[in-house]
């Protein structure tokens, strides 16, 4: 199966929030390759690649976040995959 590629923006209440981290662990549970990282305007974006199916369920995480975020807004892009491996925390 072909894997898909999403870009995701996250606007709201999103840093210093640990949505990085959580996001890190939702993906490796679900075997989702990519990275997540803070943009300096106080959003979060991250690349997600994998079956449909579990890009789909890290979209949904991204909709509510962890506990303490405040999602206001999901921006999403396809785009083609690159066959990323493993997922990392962006400086």
């Known amino acids: 199966m072909e894997p898909i590629r999403r870009r995701v923006r ?5 840093q210093g929030v640990w949505f990085r981290g959580a996001t ?3 993906a490796l549970s679900n075997r989702v390759s990519g ?3 803070n943009l300096p ?3 979060v974006e ?5 079956s449909r199916e579990q890009v789909e369920s890290l ?5 509510r976040g962890p506990p303490a975020a405040q999602v206001e807004a ?3 892009s396809e785009e083609s995959a690159e066959r990323l491996v493993g997922f990392e925390i962006r400086r």
């Open 10 to 14: 996250v606007r709201g209440r999103v």
């Open 24 to 26: 890190r662990e939702a």
């Open 35 to 37: 990275w997540v990282r």
């Open 41 to 43: 305007d106080g959003s």
């Open 46 to 50: 991250a690349v997600f690649e994998g």
């Open 59 to 63: 979209l949904e995480f991204c909709r």
């Open 74 to 76: 999901l921006e999403i």
